[in-house]
């Protein structure tokens, strides 16, 4: 049988995509090996699926080219987006950062992007496992056959939207990567992402104890990457939360360029510890009871104990409540790994964005050939970045294939 478009991949961007060129009066086929479709979109922002962001540019994303990705998030907007949820009744609201959620269930996106492809006619293939995909030349309006479960298929456009390594227990795989090398195109080595670091032995050794207790910090990963303030989260196995998601993704770009250093976490954002101790230095309670007015009272006495002791402040000099404060201010911590795809939010690296035209998404040197999504080097950050650049590099894709 044969289609002009062929999308590999029913998640938030293959279905975008394939609704956007059903719209056009394109033959569309998609198709996804999953028993259900979108699972990714289903767990999402716990169940309630953070589906974009109002405030969205280049700099929520990490690339190799960190220009990219502009094009697309500036043709199909976090506002494009609004606009269907809205068409479609989905009540939602909107959290800290910007950051949108359903009011109910993530299923209302999936019968959102479900509902967009049937009204445009797209044919599913589901579930349904590619076999092989064979080039078939540049010439002609057959360009490549795709080998399925449910038979062969031909088609001018093929669009890979297979996403990333995240969560293998959900279906994700790299079939994208493998394809893209296939076809001769660079793949910048993939590495799990917004994910919790691990910490070594004999840090966790003092730390455990504290599992579940959660700071209000702001962490970063130096030299390139933002402040992010927000809970950072102890852990029985190093640490996590909002804040070490969003600057595990740096520390992890980082390793790939050998700038990897230790993370810095401010227990005491937007305040002079320094200052604020030496303040205090007549003061006769214990160093862990002070910062106990500020942190959580069991994590006040472990960060002492880490920090050489625990006396009352009169028994300082000086110099040391100031060092103690530059510590409380940057507390460094050296990761020892991150607990890898099973815990990780998204992929980073992918497909290399040099290969591939930011205005259509179509490999530079291989006519009819999409990527869209994760699958590609670009990674946005937590709170909605990674759905938006699904819907607008899956919609620009749509406008051509
Ligand atoms: P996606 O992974 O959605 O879809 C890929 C599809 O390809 C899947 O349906 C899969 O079955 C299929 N597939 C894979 N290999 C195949 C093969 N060999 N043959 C056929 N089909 C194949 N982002 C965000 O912005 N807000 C949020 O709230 C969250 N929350 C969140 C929670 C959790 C637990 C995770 C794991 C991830 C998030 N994300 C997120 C990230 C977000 O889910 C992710 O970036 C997008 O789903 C990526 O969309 P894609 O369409 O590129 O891939």
């Known amino acids: 049988m ?14 975008m995509c394939a609704a956007e060129a059903g719209i056009r009066g394109r033959r569309v086929l998609l198709v996804d090996h999953a028993e259900r479709i979108g699972e990714r979109i289903r767990v999402s922002g716990g169940g309630r699926c953070n589906f974009t962001n109002r405030e969205v540019g280049p700099e929520n994303y990490l690339s190799r080219n960190p220009h990219f990705c502009r094009s697309a998030l500036a043709r199909f907007t976090p506002w494009d987006f609004i606009a269907r949820v809205e068409r479609r009744g989905i009540a939602y609201h909107e959290r800290d950062h910007g950051q949108l959620f359903c009011d109910d269930t993530a299923q209302a996106i999936i019968d959102l992007l479900r509902g967009d492809c049937d009204e445009a006619g797209v044919q599913w293939a ?8 064979r080039h078939l030349g540049v010439v002609g309006e057959e360009r490549f056959e795709v080998e399925t479960d449910e038979g062969i298929f031909r088609t001018t456009s093929l669009v890979i939207a297979t996403g990333g390594l995240a969560v293998p227990k959900m279906g994700a795989t790299p079939f994208g990567y493998r394809l893209a090398e296939q076809f001769g195109l660079p793949v910048v080595p993939p590495m799990a992402a917004l994910v919790p670091l691990a910490l070594p032995p004999e840090m966790l050794a003092q730390l455990k104890p504290l599992s579940g207790v959660s700071v209000a ?16 989260l102890l852990t029985h196995r190093g640490v996590s939360g909002p804040a070490i998601l969003q600057v595990s993704s740096y520390w992890q770009f980082q390793a790939a360029t050998g700038a990897q250093g230790p993370v810095h976490v401010d227990l005491l954002p937007g305040e002079d510890a320094a200052g604020w101790l030496a303040g205090r230095q007549r003061s006769r309670a214990l160093l862990s009871t002070l910062l106990g007015e500020r942190l959580p009272r069991r994590f ?18 000086l110099r040391d409540l100031e060092a103690l404060g530059d510590r409380l201010n940057a507390w460094s911590l050296t ?8 815990k990780a939010e998204v992929t980073l690296g992918g497909v290399d964005t040099d290969a591939l035209s930011s205005k259509t998404m179509e490999a530079r040197e291989i006519p009819g050939l999409y990527f869209v999504g994760e699958v590609i080097d670009v990674t946005g950050w937590l709170g909605g970045y990674n759905f938006q650049w699904a819907w607008s590099s899956g919609w620009v894709a749509g406008q051509f294939a």
């Open 2 to 15: 044969r289609f002009d478009v062929i999308v590999i991949g029913a998640g938030a961007a293959g279905m």
């Open 126 to 133: 589901q579930p349904c496992a590619v076999q092989r995909v």
């Open 217 to 232: 910090a702001a962490a970063q990963a130096p030299p390139a990457s933002p402040e992010f303030r927000e809970a950072v």
């Open 300 to 317: 006040a006495q472990a960060w002492c104990a880490l920090a050489g002791g625990d006396r009352p402040l009169d028994t300082y000099a």
């Open 335 to 342: 990761p020892s790994g991150t607990l890898g795809y099973a």
